[in-house]
T-cell receptor, first 112, second 113 residues
């Protein structure tokens, strides 16, 4: 397996624009997580899915953030409208059962 | 409130010596603890884990120690190598294993040749 695949690797966008981050989890994994890394807060959980169903989105900072998982092999994280304070590295991770989570390489988002 | 704390943002160690990274947690429900290593421009990668039924787990140069009564764990790297220079994250999850990993803020380790 190629591991967790995220796209794009880098995204630069203007304030107010919509941004969509994409993730393909490892095949067979039933949990998918979206994390955001910032200097101030470290790695913080935004939302996670189990068997494509959102379980906890309490980490999503605002209504501007939304996430979907239409099937077991694809998830998106959308920010609309984007703001400069959303600039961070966004990671997707997947796992099965009570095991370690495997991370993608991340998307570095810059909102100018 | 931070449930997993890594109080040292950075650590510098000479090559060949021992690196000790520390982590504290507050949630008594945590029973599974992990360490991840992260290089720049890459995602975190799993390094080693420990279940609460153990107090030590070893994998090559890496050993994790767990002190449940103190709610403290540590990662020992012996001997340290320049390639170990990275950010190390401590993570934990609860007894049911169905919740996400909660991460500390990380410790940047620099191994000096």
């Amino acid at each position: 397996d190629a591991g967790v695949i995220q796209s794009p690797r880098h995204e630069v966008t203007e304030m107010g624009q919509e941004v969509t981050l994409r993730c393909k989890p490892i095949s067979g994994h039933d949990y998918l997580f979206w994390y955001r890394q910032t200097m101030m807060r470290g790695l913080e959980l935004l939302i996670y899915f189990n068997n494509n169903v959102p379980i906890d989105d309490s980490g999503m900072p605002e209504d501007r953030f939304s996430a979907k998982m239409p099937n077991a092999s694809f998830s998106t994280l959308k920010i609309q409208p984007s703001e400069p304070r959303d600039s961070a590295v966004y990671f997707c991770a997947s796992r099965t059962g009570h095991t370690e989570a495997f991370f993608g390489q991340g998307t570095r988002l810059t909102v100018v | 409130d931070q449930q997993v704390k890594q109080n040292s943002p950075s650590l510098s160690v000479q090559e060949g010596r021992i690196s000790i990274l520390n982590c504290d947690y507050t949630n008594s429900m945590f029973d599974y603890f992990l360490w991840y290593k992260k290089y720049p421009a890459e995602g975190p990668t799993f390094l080693i884990s420990i279940s609460s039924i153990k107090d030590k787990n070893e994998d090559g140069r890496f050993t994790v120690f767990l002190n449940k009564s103190a709610k403290h764990l540590s990662l020992h790297i012996v001997p340290s190598q320049p390639g170990d220079s990275a950010v190390y994250f401590c993570a934990a999850s609860d007894v049911y294993g169905n919740t996400p990993l909660v991460f500390g803020k990380g410790t940047r380790l620099s191994v000096i040749a």
